[in-house]
């Protein structure tokens, strides 16, 4: 087998791959005996049947099994010889082969890119100084209430920062109901200036199974842009009428999210309080040395960091109609780019600093793991092997070692 490799870009090898005649019709001949003496065919006994016949009736079937079965094989044969470490499945781009001719074909594969790194250590990087108060404390409580907030039914009218579930019926200018333009179902916050601050004023003192004509002036970054900035008729049909309710900040409360107590919980957020330096120096040093690169990324890691972006809203989503793939596939793109260069990045400071995860450090994170689910170790593992996550858990430790290896050799300054 003959074969030489190109580059077209910095995370992409194409192989053109030729192997000899006499080597893949050695595949096919014992192809065909397999067959021959497997094979049924009318007017024939088996393991009777001629080869010229054999070949007319099968033969297509028989050199694509081959092809199928082969092709993976000379692959890995050439990746191992020419030191590809593919991160994606190969793309064959042309197969061309008649029996009795050598196998030519074309295949690209992905792979990570080199990187030429910059520097990374030594680097100044600021490390906020924090007193945490009993205010800071008070005010974490606060947005862990916001956070934890019910929603309940109100039985009198509407106030600012209510909540309404309604149907919104579009109107003419009259007042008169346009078919086909109802949104059923709708929940917002009076006050949140959704469609415009004209609409919350007007629904001030609804009830519910109340309906009211509201007229606004819609926002310039309404969705429509027909309709952006422009009047506008609604015929309200409230179905309710709601509060947010905040749980009161006691035991209980600590409880119901996982603390043993409140105190307990006001201790947890202090030490939450003074960690945020330490993380923030972190993120401003990996951010410093990602923003020194500029290099293209592979385009299959791309792909799947987007599509688990468009699961994930899929996921979280009722409507399905809602999700606008391609939408959300602009949107994040950037983001993507930055985290997979992230990624990149540590790992080629990682190999060139030999930095590894063993095994004991997998077993520690798993039994944590095991732990907070209250399953065993040994069904962890097990689960975490079938998905996939045993692997992003070493990844997730060795950049974890990298960024420790990163603080450990920058130059940190007190603020």
């Not at 009047?231 to 119901?256: G, K, N, T, Y």
């Not at 923030?280 to 690169?293: F, K």
């Amino acid at each position: 087998m003959n074969y030489t490799v190109s580059e077209p870009k910095p995370w992409k090898r194409v192989l053109e791959i030729e192997v000899p005649s006499d080597a893949i019709q050695s595949e096919l001949n014992a192809a065909y005996a397999r067959y021959s003496r497997e094979v049924r065919l009318p007017g024939f006994r088996r393991g009777k049947v001629p080869l010229s016949v054999l070949k007319a009736r099968l033969g297509n079937e028989i050199r694509a099994e081959v092809l199928e079965k082969k092709i993976p094989e000379y692959l890995n044969s050439a990746h191992e010889k020419a030191d590809i470490k593919p991160i994606s499945q190969p793309v064959i781009e042309e197969i061309e082969f008649d029996e009795g001719q050598d196998l030519k074909l074309r295949a690209s594969v992905e792979v990570k890119p080199a990187i030429e790194l910059k520097q990374y250590k030594d680097l100044r990087v600021n490390r906020r100084t924090v007193n945490v108060t009993d205010e800071d404390i008070d005010q974490r409580l606060e947005g862990l209430r916001e956070r934890y907030a019910s929603v309940v039914n109100v039985d009198g009218a509407a106030e600012r920062d209510h909540f309404i579930r309604a149907d919104i019926q579009h109107a003419d200018n009259s007042g008169v109901p346009i078919i086909g333009r109802k949104e059923e179902n709708q929940f917002f916050q009076i006050g949140s200036g959704r469609l415009g601050e004209d609409f919350d004023t007007q629904l001030t003192g609804v009830r519910a199974d109340e309906d009211r004509t509201v007229r606004t002036t819609l926002p310039s970054d309404y969705p429509d842009e027909n309709m952006a900035g422009g009047e506008a008729c609604f015929i309200v049909s409230v179905r309710e009428v709601m509060e947010r309710q905040l749980p009161d900040a006691d035991d209980d409360f600590a409880v119901d999210i996982g603390m043993e107590s409140l105190d307990a919980l006001k201790q947890s957020i202090r030490e939450e309080i003074e960690r945020e330096p330490d993380r923030e120096l972190r993120n401003d040093l990996v951010t410093q040395i990602v923003e020194a690169h500029d290099f293209e990324v592979p385009e299959s890691m791309m792909t799947a960091y987007l599509d688990q972006v468009v699961a994930d809203a899929r996921r979280t989503t009722r409507d399905q109609d809602e999700v606008d793939e391609n939408a959300l596939r602009q949107q994040y793109r950037p983001v993507a780019n930055n985290q997979i260069m992230r990624h990149l990045i540590l790992d080629a400071i990682g190999e060139q600093e030999g930095l590894a995860v063993d095994q004991e450090e997998v077993d520690e994170r798993l039994e944590a793991v095991a732990a907070r689910g209250q399953a065993s170790v040994d069904q962890v593992r097990k689960l975490f092997r079938e998905n996939g996550r045993l692997e992003r858990i070493e990844a997730d430790l060795r950049e974890e070692k990298v960024v420790e290896f990163l603080v450990q050799h920058a130059d940190i300054q007190a603020e």
